[in-house]
C-alpha cells in the first residue's frame, strides 16, 4: 500500500503561483511514476504532470511553461510549482503513483484561480 498526503492548494488571483506537495509513504519502493492530475468542477479527471523514477517529466499542453513538477531529495516527495495561474486551472489537484499494476491517489486539494 501507498499513502498520498497533497498540500498546499488555495485561492490565488489570476497571474498567481503556487506550489503542491505530495508526500509518499508506506510501500514506496517500487514507485516508478508519480504524476499529478486534476479534475475541474463538471469534467474528466485529466493529466497534468508526471514523472518517472529516472527524473523525465512530461506535462500537458495546457501547462507547459508554467507548470514545473520535481522531486525532492529523498524521492518520496514531489512538487508542482504553478505560476501565471489563469481561471481554468481552478480544479481538485490529486497526486497518484504508479506502483507494480496499481495506481494510488491521494484526497486532493483544491485550487482556485480567481480572475
Known amino acids: 500500500q501507498v499513502q498520498l498526503v497533497e498540500s498546499g492548494g488555495g485561492l490565488v488571483q489570476a497571474g498567481g503561483s503556487l506550489r503542491l506537495s505530495c508526500a509518499a509513504s508506506g510501500s514506496i519502493f517500487a514507485i516508478h511514476v508519480m504524476g499529478w492530475y486534476r479534475q475541474a468542477s463538471g469534467k474528466q479527471r485529466e493529466l497534468v504532470a508526471v514523472i518517472t523514477s529516472g527524473g523525465t517529466t512530461t506535462y500537458t499542453d495546457s501547462v507547459k511553461g508554467r507548470f514545473t513538477m520535481s522531486r525532492g531529495n529523498r524521492k518520496n516527495t514531489v512538487y508542482l510549482q504553478m505560476n501565471s495561474l489563469k481561471p481554468e486551472d481552478t480544479a481538485v489537484y490529486y497526486c497518484?503513483?504508479?506502483?507494480?499494476?496499481?495506481?494510488?491517489w491521494g484526497q486532493g486539494t483544491q485550487v482556485t484561480v480567481s480572475s
Open positions: 497518484a503513483a504508479d506502483r507494480v499494476d496499481v495506481r494510488y
